[in-house]
């Protein structure tokens, strides 16, 4: 294991690397965005909310790391809509014809918002400071306790994963394991090859759940808010269900994933990914 100094440079390494490609990303021509531009910028800041956990800094509360948050949350609406058109875009039938119509014009609305957002100036070197002065406060051995014990937070709710009856809960989950994907990309641990295949395939399984049951939930929205014919309305009720069956089968093949505890001696932690990709 490297010496606390070098630890500490190799985390904040993978700290300013992640903050660097979100800066490029914000300060790019908005008309040069593409679809995967939003996705990349979202999972740089999950691995940065990564960083924030094991430095005990909550990005939701903190004044200088707030507009990041701000940023994930409209640039997540804008995802979820290019998810749904995508999915739809591949389903001909006239009764869809009006849903994706207005589907492409909250995207277009979204996108201005998110437009006047990432202009507003973000504080790099503020924030720069910050997890510099946390970092220094904070020893490696209580960022590898953090680890392990966002690990076995972890392991403990995805063996009641199949207990679970609420989206909301089970979204909990994948907020969780993607996660621990993260800080596993920090602090790898000796022996993790089984585990973080492990998390890649459950945090497959869960995303393209997520997919699914968002997919179902705006065009249930659209039912309600809408007016429809009784061909359309059946039609877009099959729809639902079809994606209903769909999700539930990914979410099910999750419960056959079972995370392992790792031993949680600090003796087990190696340096950080020094390629940091």
């Known amino acids: 294991m490297k010496n606390e100094k070098e630890t500490k440079d190799l985390i904040f390494k993978f700290f300013k690397k992640r903050l660097q490609i979100i800066l490029r990303l914000l300060q790019k021509d908005f008309k040069s965005y593409r679809i995967e531009s939003y996705h990349i910028l979202r999972v740089e800041i999950k691995k940065l909310n990564a960083c924030f956990l094991i430095l005990n800094v909550d990005p939701r509360t903190n004044e200088i790391l707030n507009p990041i948050q701000t940023i994930f949350n409209k640039s997540g609406k804008i995802r979820a809509l290019q998810i749904v058109l995508s999915h ?27 437009k006047e957002i990432k202009t507003k100036e973000i504080g790099s070197q503020k924030i720069y400071k910050l997890i510099k002065n946390k970092l220094q406060a904070t020893s490696v051995e209580s960022i590898v306790i953090k680890y392990f014990d966002h690990e076995k937070k972890a392991i403990a709710i995805t063996q009641q994963l199949s207990s679970l009856n609420t989206n909301k809960s089970i979204h909990e989950v994948r907020i969780i394991i993607k996660l621990l994907e993260n800080l596993n990309k920090i602090l790898p641990i000796v022996n993790t090859k089984i585990q973080l295949l492990k998390l890649a395939g459950m945090n497959n399984l869960l995303g393209k759940w997520h997919d699914e049951i968002s997919i179902e939930k705006m065009i249930l929205k659209y039912i309600h808010d809408y007016k429809t014919s009784k061909n359309q309305h059946l039609f877009l009720l099959q729809l639902c269900h079809s994606l209903n069956q769909s999700a539930n089968r990914n979410l099910k093949s999750c419960y056959n994933i079972k995370l392992h505890k790792e031993n949680s001696h600090k003796n087990k932690f190696t340096k950080p990914i020094d390629a940091f990709v």
């Open 88 to 114: 739809l875009k591949d389903i001909s039938s006239k009764y869809l014809d009006e849903l994706k119509s207005n589907l492409k014009k909250e995207l277009f609305q979204t996108k201005k918002e998110f």
